[in-house]
């Protein structure tokens, strides 16, 4: 069993991953590995598997991901079929908080035992107002995300659930009563 989380930046797909991972002691955080640089106040195993481009590409020949993709140019990001098994033997649900292709590619292989949620922003207007008020990016960086923002959104019928996020509390009640079910549904 395994549940993912997707939707395009600035959507509010961690916040809502966040409430789920208090409210459920039943599930567990599936960390991604990268090869982007550590940030100062980051853990290695704890927010991401950094590894080097060479460890990644290696993992990538020994097919030891559930998904992975390149998402810049040189930066790789994907989800260990080690770090699912990790909590698989905790007897726990692994959390998936990952990009729209990777989540399609982690429903495809797991179609029976996946629940896939789809955390839409209100509009592409209120992501651009999320992403200036964040002020991390370049105004071309910014164009960039919007525009890759619209192009997931065409993808969120791929998907069980789909949340729209205008209001947090609402959006992460909701996501709450989606996951109680399938979590009721399929207990071992």
């Known amino acids: 069993m395994l549940i993912i989380i997707t ?15 208090q409210r459920f002691p039943q599930l567990e955080f599936s ?11 980051e853990k290695d195993g704890v927010d991401y598997y950094f590894l080097s481009l060479e460890e990644f590409q290696k993992k990538i020949q020994h097919e030891e991901f559930a998904e992975w993709e390149m998402v810049y140019e040189g930066r790789y990001y994907g989800t260990l079929k080690s770090e699912l098994k990790r ?13 729209v292709k990777g989540a399609i590619h982690v429903q495809e292989q797991y179609p029976e035992e996946s629940l896939s949620v789809f955390v839409q922003p209100p509009s592409i207007e209120e992501l651009k107002r999320r992403l200036e008020f964040r002020a991390t990016e370049s105004p071309e960086a910014l164009q960039d995300r919007l525009s890759k923002a619209a192009y997931e959104i065409s993808f969120r019928h791929h998907f069980n659930k789909i949340i729209v996020n205008d209001d947090l ?16 549904k399929h207990h071992r």
């Open 7 to 21: 939707a395009p930046s600035g959507a509010g797909k961690t916040s809502i991953t966040r409430y789920l991972l």
């Open 31 to 41: 960390v991604s590995a990268a090869t982007r640089p550590r940030r100062p106040d």
């Open 87 to 99: 909590i698989s033997d905790l007897n726990k649900v692994p959390v998936l908080d990952i990009d």
């Open 169 to 184: 509390n609402r959006a992460c009640a909701e996501a709450g009563e989606t996951i109680g079910e399938f979590l009721r």
